[in-house]
């Protein structure tokens, strides 16, 4: 079985440039998340995908962040206009719809686009 | 969202039996206690879960005391490749994984 594919895997780019990154979850895995990973820490939910519908992005930077996913599979991650700050791993993951307390907390995680904003 | 404590950091020699504690202390009734893995320059990776007293697959094992206030992961005789990043999850809401800043386990020969 496939795992989450995400490209590119490094990204460099200077502040107030745009960026965007993809994501290819697994097949038939209708739920999708977006994390952010900064150096020394866990990853934090930037945004997370039920199908083509948006869940929750309480946590995502809206007026410089922008997620979609058009057919409920593939999903795009922009940043316009980068900051500084925003030099991260970027981390797709993605899990089946169905499942019950013990799937609750399995994910599946692609190996991560790196940013580095200079 | 609730935090959970465990080391900052750990060091082991090849072979050795590691085991990483965890605290969380207000845990839901209905949470499972979850740990990740990540090795350098990957995303984490699901390797076991539990809701108590011990779980063993072919990775590790978790044992969970009656409380559930706490939980702690073994890793039996650890090898160079077992270097990475283990992660306690704190309780969440939804289906969003609450990753703290992890134990960073370096083993050597």
């Known amino acids: 079985e496939a795992g989450v594919a995400q490209s590119p895997r490094y990204k460099i780019i200077e502040k107030r440039q745009s960026v965007a990154f993809w994501c290819n979850p697994i097949s038939g895995h209708a739920t999708l998340y977006w994390y952010q990973q900064i150096l020394g820490q866990g990853p934090k939910l930037l945004i997370q995908?039920?199908?083509?519908?948006?869940?929750?992005d309480s946590q995502l930077p809206k007026d410089r962040f922008s997620a979609e996913r058009l057919k409920g599979v593939d999903s795009t991650l922009k940043i316009q206009p980068a900051k500084l700050e925003d030099s991260a791993v970027y981390l797709c993951a993605s899990r089946p719809r169905q499942g019950g307390p013990l799937a609750k907390n399995i994910q599946y995680f692609g190996a991560g686009t790196r940013l580095s904003v200079l | 969202l609730a935090k959970t404590t465990q080391p900052i950091s750990m060091d082991s020699y090849e072979g050795q039996e590691v085991n990483i504690t965890c605290s969380h202390n207000?845990?839901?009734?209905?949470?499972?206690i979850t740990w990740y893995q990540q090795f350098p320059s990957q995303g984490p990776r699901f390797i076991i879960q539990g809701y108590k007293t011990k779980v063993t697959n072919e990775v590790a094992s978790l044992f969970i005391p009656a409380d559930r206030k706490s939980s702690t992961l073994s890793l039996p005789r650890v090898s160079l490749s077992d270097t990475a990043v283990y992660y306690c999850?704190?309780?969440?809401?939804?289906?969003?994984?609450?990753f703290g800043k992890g134990t960073s386990l370096l083993v050597t020969p």
């Open positions: 999850l704190g309780p969440n809401s939804g289906y969003a994984l609450n």
């Open positions: 207000n845990i839901a009734t209905n949470d499972y």
């Open positions: 995908f039920q199908n083509n519908g948006v869940v929750d």
